[in-house]
């Protein structure tokens, strides 16, 4: 189960707590950090974390400062909502998840 999804400011890799395993990453001036247990160990988080970044560059159309990641942040977390679904790993195609939040303005009636 990926317990969480967390956007901070640190810098590192990997940490292993008990049975928990976290990875972590910069991009930009955002950190990103996965966190998760049981069958999500450090290289199905990579995996995960991987996809993360390829969808947060995606979104944000480069490398996010932390102004560009605020104003895409609604975009970002449809993205995040399809890499990671009710806690389980869900889409880590890059195509996949960008067909998946295209966002439409909405029509009037």
Known sequence: MI???LFANSEGNILVE?????????????????VGKDEYDELALAEVIFAITSAVK???????TERLFLDKY???????DEI?????LENTEKDRI????????????
């Open 84 to 88: 990671v679904w009710k806690g389980l």
């Open 58 to 64: 995606d979104a944000c159309g480069k490398i996010p």
């Open 18 to 34: 008990r049975s928990v395993y976290i990875v972590y990453t910069v991009l930009g001036d955002v950190s990103i950090f996965v």
């Open 74 to 80: 609604g975009k970002i977390c449809l993205c995040l």
């Open 3 to 5: 317990l969480a999804v």
């Open 98 to 109: 960008r067909r998946l939040v295209r966002l439409k303005p909405p029509n009037e009636f």
